[in-house]
């Protein structure tokens, strides 16, 4: 009588590592904020709360700065699509079949193409000539602030939601990082109100510099190996 035992084999996904992206898009974000705020000297990028005075002052004075910021920022958005691709592959291949995995996918594109579209009119504005038309500079960069502002945030949120949720469910993450995926994710849903309601800007850093720590850990967290049984 032959009997036949079970061996336990380990199955790898094969892809970029996450966490090495993460590290990346946070490096590359940061990186390219510095030469427009304060650090980078004086004047520093207006908020939206300034006159539009002060917001063409800072184009036709660093606009070399601008065009930096505009450079690695976009850079940063190719390899946050990395992430997202890589790490909703990686969902799948541990076995995710839910909605949550396309959510955070479409999440983390939408905010890829918001920052790019963010950069390019961020870099369009400091060209010659269009700082020194006070109503195109004005419109071009409120333009800019919707797509890396409220935009940003938001498509970031459905990205932290639809990973945080699918994980949790299947038990891939350590509860406390479902949790503070998913706070991240409501708080950058609230930061659309930020359109009507400009008290509200508040809510876009506080779900991007944190999102920043949680990508990075996810991305080293989420296992990459499951078991597979050979007879």
Same mark, same amino acid.
């Given at each position: 009588m032959n009997t036949q035992s079970a061996i336990t084999a380990k199955m790898r996904h094969y892809g970029p590592h996450p966490g090495i992206l993460a590290i990346v898009f946070t490096l590359l974000f940061n990186a390219g904020l510095y030469p427009v705020t304060m650090y980078g000297g004086k004047p520093y990028f207006p908020g939206p709360w300034e006159s539009a005075d002060v917001i063409q002052t800072f184009f036709q004075?660093?606009?070399?700065?601008?065009?930096?910021?505009?450079? =690695?920022?976009?850079?940063?958005?190719?390899?946050?699509?990395?992430?997202?691709? $890589?790490?909703?592959?990686?969902?799948?291949?541990?076995?995710?079949?839910?909605?949550?995995?396309?959510?955070?996918?479409?999440?983390g594109l939408m905010t890829v193409f918001n920052i790019i579209a963010s950069t390019f009119i961020l870099w369009a504005?400091?060209?010659?000539?269009?700082?020194?038309?006070? $109503? =195109?500079?004005?419109?071009?960069?409120?333009i800019q602030y919707a797509f890396g502002g409220p935009g940003f945030s938001v498509s970031l949120g459905l990205l932290l939601a639809g990973v945080s949720i699918t994980?949790?469910?299947?038990? &891939?993450?350590p509860k406390w990082m479902v949790i503070f995926?998913?706070?991240?994710?409501?708080?950058?849903? &609230?930061?659309? &109100?930020?359109?009507?309601?400009?008290?509200? =800007?508040?809510?876009?850093?506080?779900?991007?510099?944190?999102?920043?720590?949680?990508?990075?850990?996810?991305?080293?967290?989420?296992?990459?190996?499951?078991?597979i049984n050979k007879q």
């Open positions: 004075a660093r606009p070399a700065s601008a065009i930096i910021c505009a450079f =690695l920022q976009f850079g940063a958005a190719i390899s946050l699509g990395l992430f997202t691709a $890589t790490i909703t592959s990686q969902l799948r291949f541990l076995g995710a079949k839910s909605a949550g995995v396309n959510i955070g996918l479409f999440g504005m400091a060209h010659p000539g269009i700082a020194q038309d006070a $109503t =195109l500079i004005d419109a071009l960069y409120f994980a949790g469910f299947m038990k &891939l993450l995926g998913i706070v991240l994710a409501a708080i950058g849903e &609230l930061s659309w &109100l930020n359109l009507i309601l400009p008290k509200a =800007l508040f809510l876009i850093p506080l779900t991007r510099f944190p999102a920043f720590v949680w990508l990075i850990a996810v991305g080293f967290k989420l296992p990459r190996t499951k078991d």
